[in-house]
Every structure is written in structure tokens, then in C-alpha cells.
């Protein structure tokens, strides 16, 4: 196509201000940035509020979707009217009226379930203090007993505690009388043990005179004797006894 120049009379042109164009163009596209910001920041608010705050994340939700241009666009096509930036504005302050009006409800519900969490955790740690304290008490106590009662054992101990506290079953079993089984018992065993021991002993000086009588009896029975004296044998085979003065009496033969 050849260009001609003045082809349109100076009169009938009509001049295009392309910078303004431009302007318009840049504050639209600023517009739909803030719109994507905005909605992203509903749709996160009511993604972390939809599952424990239904009532207040559904409505952010649905405000954040509505700020989505593409959004906007889809609606307008599909009920045929111009959803505004003015009619979503008042869109969007009802339903973030409507989570404001529904979130003091969720925190005093949260705030109670705290407060009956916190009440149950404090009475748990009470319990808790409460059972160590007495196991504490009890320990204590047991230490002391058997200190006081050295014949007594940890086992015995523990088995008269549960049985003295079945009152049907041994309503009797006190703890003077318990002591006094007990010393009985040590007693009997001390005795028992000293009789054994005395037992034993016997026993073992019994065993050694009879290895003492048999080794004398092997020994006898192996013994030359001459007119009641023992017999030794010299180095060289030569017999002999030691007579009333001490000295050596060769038996000639």
C-alpha cells in the first residue's frame, strides 16, 4: 500500500492522544494486580479459618473468588448484568460482615474449650502431685518401719500393708500384731539357724574322730611293737626302739 500524504483534509483528522490511552491502560492493569492481591489474601484467610471457623472462612472464601477477574467475568455472562467494582465492593463488605458477626461466636467457644482443656490439664497435674506426694508418704513411712523392725522384710512388709487394708478378710491384722508374728518367726529362724549351725558342728567333730580312730587303727595295724615298744626301721635296715631313756636300742635278731 502506498502511503499518500494529506490524503485527509487538515480539518477532518481527528488526533488520538496515545499516552492517555496508555495512562488507562496501566491504572487497568494496576487494578486487576490489587484484585488478584486482594483476592488471594480472602481465599488464604478463609482457607485457614474454613475447616475450625466454618461460618467465617466460607465467606472470605467466597470473597476472594469474587475478586478474581475471570470470576467477575464468568458471573456477568451467566446472570447478564454488570457486576461493578462498586456492587462486588458491597459484596465483599457483607461477607466480611458476615465473618465478623460469626467470629466472636468461634473464639468464646474456643476460648471455653481452653478453659476445660486447661481445667483438665491442671486437675491431671494436681492427681498426679497428689499420687507422688502419697507414694512419697508411703516410702517414707516404709522406711521408717523397717529401720525400726530390722527382722522384717521388704517382701513381708508390702504383703501386710495389702492385707491390712482388706479390713473383711483380716479386720484383726494390726500392726502390733503383724510385728509380733514377725519377731516370733526371726526368732524361731535364729533358733533354727543356731541349731543347725550346732548341728552342723557336731556333725564335723563326729567325722574327724572317726578319721582320727581309723587313721590310728591303719596306723596300729601297720606298727611293729617289742616288749611295747614301737619298732622303727634305721636307714640301713636295721631295727630298733627308743627305751625309758630316751635313746636308741638296736633289736638284734
Not at 466480611?96 to 483438665?120: N, R, W
Not at 494436681?126 to 525400726?148: G, M, N, V
Not at 541349731?195 to 590310728?216: D, G, N, P, S
Request: aromatic share 10%; glycine share 4%; charged share 30%.
Amino acid at each position: 500500500m502506498k502511503y499518500v500524504p494529506n490524503l485527509i483534509p487538515e480539518h477532518s483528522r481527528v488526533n488520538i492522544d496515545f499516552s492517555k490511552a496508555d495512562k488507562v491502560k496501566r491504572n487497568s492493569d494496576l487494578i486487576k494486580y490489587l484484585l488478584l492481591a486482594g483476592s488471594g489474601i480472602f481465599i488464604l484467610a478463609g482457607l485457614i479459618n474454613i475447616f475450625t471457623r466454618f461460618y467465617v472462612g466460607l465467606p472470605l472464601l467466597i470473597a476472594g473468588v469474587v475478586l478474581i477477574p475471570d470470576v467477575t467475568k464468568i458471573i456477568e455472562e451467566t446472570l447478564q448484568f454488570n457486576f461493578n467494582l462498586k456492587l462486588r465492593s458491597i459484596f465483599i463488605l457483607i461477607c466480611i460482615g458476615i465473618a465478623s458477626f460469626t467470629l466472636p461466636d468461634y473464639q468464646a467457644e474456643e476460648k471455653a474449650a481452653a478453659a476445660v482443656e486447661k481445667a483438665k490439664q491442671e486437675k491431671a497435674l494436681a492427681e498426679e502431685k497428689k499420687r507422688k506426694e502419697e507414694e512419697e508418704r508411703k516410702q517414707k513411712i516404709k522406711q521408717e518401719f523397717l529401720s525400726a523392725y530390722p527382722f522384717i522384710t521388704d517382701g513381708e512388709y508390702n504383703n501386710w500393708v495389702t492385707l491390712s487394708n482388706d479390713s473383711i478378710k483380716n479386720p484383726h491384722f494390726t500392726k502390733a500384731s503383724f510385728v509380733s508374728l514377725k519377731k516370733k518367726e526371726f526368732v524361731k529362724r535364729q533358733q533354727d539357724s543356731i541349731k543347725l549351725a550346732h548341728e552342723e558342728e557336731r556333725k564335723e567333730k563326729a567325722e574327724a574322730r572317726k578319721r582320727k580312730l581309723e587313721q590310728q587303727k591303719a596306723y596300729e595295724d601297720n606298727t611293729e611293737y617289742y616288749n611295747g615298744h614301737v619298732v622303727f626301721t634305721g636307714p640301713r635296715g636295721g631295727k630298733y626302739y627308743i627305751n625309758s631313756n630316751g635313746n636308741k636300742t638296736y633289736i638284734h635278731r
